[in-house]
């Protein structure tokens, strides 16, 4: 069997255990609660400065980059993901403006109201608090990686440059700045205010009350209100979702979903035995691979 084929076949059984047990992760906070906070998008607004990256990096120590790292736009016409030393970015879209310029869309955690990551955390590393945040504890965490997997918007990064102390990374809604009483730090800087903070609740009804007097300006969708069940960050646009990078999902949570998968291959006790016969398997083939690319290495 070739490596690849083994890989795939872990990747399979990856799949069955992305989800975890409701018990193994910490589920408090995960009913939803309009009365948790939130951040509303306006990409009708947003000028792609992308001084919301700078003031994320500031605040979470990413890297020793200074603002002016920050200033190029041209970068945004690519479409970026979040990295483990870059928690947000700002991507451009066809946006239907009349100047002919892109609009631009923040990217960062949607702070799930139901995680899949947080489902699918065996060890309880991840977590979504009452206040909204969806916050990470690296002593727990067990480096499984199922939460990138689980993540339906491909948030969670993994530290692979740092071979000790792994950590997964991913926005924190500053969840210690909103414990000071503070805005996140990338609503705080945005100069064009399209970044709102505050109760969900509040911000769905400020989004609506925008379609309506602003008709032609927005599609008639609030985008997160109840996509996976629900997301503490929401977006208004200009044009259709399906023309953006976020991914159409209707309003089932995701854990719903994958731990109906999980509870059902767990009953057998089958996943783990089979997972790690797979594993070991797949990493006998990599050894056998390359000592075959050596020897036909040498031989050449």
Not at 53 to 61: K, L
Not at 95 to 114: L, T
Not at 179 to 201: H, Q, Y
Not at 259 to 265: D, L, M
Request: positive net charge.
């Amino acid at each position: 069997m070739k490596r690849r084929d083994i890989l795939k076949l872990a990747g399979a059984g990856g799949v069955l255990l992305l989800s975890g047990t409701a018990a193994a992760g910490d589920t408090q906070g995960m009913a939803s609660n309009d009365d948790a906070l939130g951040v509303l998008v306006d990409t009708t607004v947003c000028i792609g400065c992308r001084k919301c990256e700078w003031a994320c990096n500031q605040a979470n120590a990413l890297s020793s980059r200074d603002s002016k790292a920050f200033e190029d736009k041209s970068v945004c016409r690519k479409q970026r993901r979040p990295v483990d030393d870059a928690f947000t970015v700002v991507n451009a879209f066809d946006g239907r403006r009349s100047d002919g310029e892109p609009s631009y869309m923040k990217i960062q955690c949607m702070h799930c109201f139901k995680p899949a990551c947080v489902s699918a955390c065996l060890v309880g590393a991840l977590r979504k608090t009452p206040e909204g945040p969806v916050t990470y504890d690296s002593w727990k965490c067990m480096g499984c990686r199922y939460c990138m997997v689980a993540c339906p918007f491909q948030i969670p990064a993994y530290e692979y440059s740092d071979p000790l102390t792994p950590r997964v990374r991913k926005c924190t809604f500053c969840a210690e700045r909103l414990g000071e009483g503070k805005k996140p730090a990338c609503v705080e800087i945005c100069p064009n205010e399209a970044l709102t903070f505050g109760k969900r609740r509040d911000l769905v009804m400020l989004a609506y009350s925008r379609i309506r007097q602003f008709p032609d300006r927005y599609v008639d969708h609030v985008y997160g209100e109840n996509e996976a069940g629900g997301t503490s960050w929401m977006y208004l646009s200009p044009v259709d979702f399906t023309k953006t990078e976020l991914p159409a999902l209707n309003s089932r949570p995701i854990p719903e979903i994958t731990e109906t998968i999980q509870h059902g291959v767990f009953r057998w006790f089958v996943p783990p035995v089979l997972l790690y016969g797979i594993l070991g398997l797949s990493m006998i083939s990599m050894k056998t691979g390359d000592q075959d690319k050596k020897e036909d290495d040498n031989g050449a």
